[in-house]
């Protein structure tokens, strides 16, 4: 796909910030893409970017083996914002001076600004909390450079060189505990490297569109909905390129939470017209997965079980089809950016996570593949999925895992036992709901303890049932989370609810790990 021509590049030197930086400027209306430290400054400027962002790091620039920034990249004539790490690499190769000062900085920092009226502060206070994380610090700046920040332990916490259009910050402006961190952002991309905000979401679904019809042809395609938003709105953007020459497969595999399947076979081919073929695997799921309590192994016949059906469904998608023996050539996946990122993005990075996509199809199934998503993080999916008209159901969903249910009865997966934790599921998303807390929280698995059994006291009777966990976080990108602080009347209510409502069901317990030492999901 052709880069759009106002881009930012940001370039990641290895902490987890450099998704978050590119996601702030996409929010201020710029598009940004993200390129590893090890690409060469000849590759940057190839892609002509309008400005460079560089990160924060992990490491201090006089760390062996620290990434390097050449000095070629600020004589570019590219505006180029320095954070962090990139503030120092910045100073130092341009012939300023960064210390060990020993005085670390962790966490919020009151940072005092001496110009409130220059590039990167105007419109912002001379005291503002900001968030820091670093143990070197920038001592003298290199010539040419205004000082326009200080912090008690930072005597140049932020720099400015209107002429070369050069500028850095020790803070990270991208973190929500800056208090003008996005202005600060804004203000260089706009002020500082002259770009005009122009970039949404929907010129992404237009390109895609285009792009999708010239890869596709008069072929065929077809796609796997999990029930998930990123499915779904890869499918509806396939759709509205192709129409009737994509077919979506939906398995339901007897896993999913009350109504799901429903929101997939009504609402959303109400919303999309797309062609949906339903697979009712419900039995061939659970006899495949009865008398198993591993949870690797779980996912492991989830996972081949799905590949099996998913097969089955070509094979008949293509007898059926009017052109009948023309195999499908394309399979449309919701890959996200941050996959890509994470996988590498055949740029050369090290495999953080190799990317799982939505089924888990192997390689040897003979596809294209066209995934429309993959410029994009998830909250832009989100956004693309309202504009193409979507159910809030579905583009509002909390992430949810392939295997569903099944990763979630710690014990052997029975339909009486899915059935008893849709119903829990049920009353605690409607009470999440009810207290408007959906975008509070990440996502809450409800976890049945199935292989759990605890006395209790229900009318006259002692009882002998189930636990039932609630583990409600809260997260950004879901490799790290905490548990969420919800209301004690909401908790109150769900407790009341499934204990009076769910049979078998005696004890409702919250889980309050954070992520890590904990997973989110509890298998
Ligand atoms: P954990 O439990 O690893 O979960 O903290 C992180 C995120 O991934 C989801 N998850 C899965 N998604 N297949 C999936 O498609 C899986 O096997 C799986 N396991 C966990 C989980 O819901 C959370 O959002």
Redesign the pocket.
């Known amino acids: 796909m052709e880069q759009p021509a106002d881009t930012v590049l940001v370039i990641d030197f290895g902490a987890q910030y450099a998704q978050l930086i590119a996601r702030r400027v996409r929010e201020a209306h710029v598009y940004s893409e993200i390129v590893p430290h090890t690409a060469t400054v000849a590759e940057i400027l190839a892609k002509k970017p309008k400005a460079v962002i560089l990160s924060g790091g992990p490491s201090s620039v006089y760390a062996e083996g620290a990434p390097n920034v050449g000095a070629e990249l600020f004589r570019a004539g590219v505006p180029t914002l320095g954070i962090c790490y990139g503030f120092q690499a910045m100073a130092r190769a341009l012939g300023g001076v960064v210390d060990q000062t020993g005085g670390r900085e962790y966490g919020r920092t009151s940072l005092e600004v001496t110009d409130t009226g220059s590039t990167l502060f105007r419109g912002s206070h001379a005291d503002q909390p900001v968030w820091m994380s670093h143990g070197d610090a920038v001592v003298a700046a290199p010539a040419g450079f205004r000082v326009t920040g200080t912090t008690a332990k930072t005597p140049v916490a932020a720099f400015e060189d209107d002429q070369n259009r050069l500028y850095g910050v020790q803070h990270h402006p991208e973190v929500m505990h800056s208090q003008f961190g996005q202005l600060l952002l804004e203000n260089f991309l706009y002020r500082g490297a002259g770009i005009t905000p122009n970039w949404t979401t929907g010129n992404i679904v237009d390109e895609q569109v285009a792009a999708i019809r010239e890869q596709v042809g008069t072929k065929r395609a077809i796609c796997g909905l999990s029930g998930g938003v990123d499915s779904a709105v890869a499918a509806a953007i396939v759709q509205k390129a192709i129409g009737v020459q994509l077919t979506c497969v939906f398995v339901d595999h007897g896993l999913l939470r009350k109504g799901e399947a429903e929101q997939v076979e009504k609402d959303f081919v109400a919303a999309t017209g797309v062609q949906l073929k339903v697979v009712d695997a419900e039995e061939r799921f659970l006899s495949a997965l009865a008398g198993v309590s591993d949870p690797e192994e779980k ?1 492991k016949i989830i996972g081949r079980e799905f590949i099996r059906v998913f097969e089955q469904a070509e094979r008949e998608i293509v007898a059926e089809s009017a052109d009948a023996g023309e195999p499908v050539k394309f399979l449309v996946q919701g890959t996200l950016y941050p996959d890509v990122v994470e996988s590498g993005g055949g740029t050369g990075t090290a495999n953080i996570k190799s990317h ?1 996509n939505v089924g888990g199809l192997p390689e040897d199934l003979q596809f294209e593949l066209i995934e429309p998503l993959r410029k994009l993080f998830k909250d832009e999916v989100r956004q693309v999925g309202r504009e193409l008209g979507l159910p809030e159901a579905i583009v509002g969903r909390q ?5 569903g249910l099944g ?1 979630r009865i710690v014990g052997e997966v029975t339909k009486d036992r899915l059935d008893l934790l849709r119903e829990a599921d049920a009353i605690a998303r409607e009470e999440l709901t009810a207290a408007g807390l959906d975008n509070e929280i ?2 809450c ?1 409800v976890v049945l303890l199935a292989d759990v059994r605890s006395v209790g006291v229900q009318g006259d009777g002692r009882t002998y049932g189930h636990p039932i966990v609630l583990r409600p976080v809260s997260s950004e990108d ?1 490799m790290t ?1 905490d548990w969420s602080r919800l209301p004690y009347e909401v908790l109150a209510q769900i407790s009341t609810r499934i204990t009076n409502e769910v049979a078998d069901v005696n004890r409702v317990v919250l889980d309050v790990t954070s ?1 890590p030492p904990g ?3 509890w298998e």
């Open positions: 996912r799982h992430p949810f895992p392939g295997p990763i990440w996502q698995p879901a989370a992520k997973t989110i999901e």
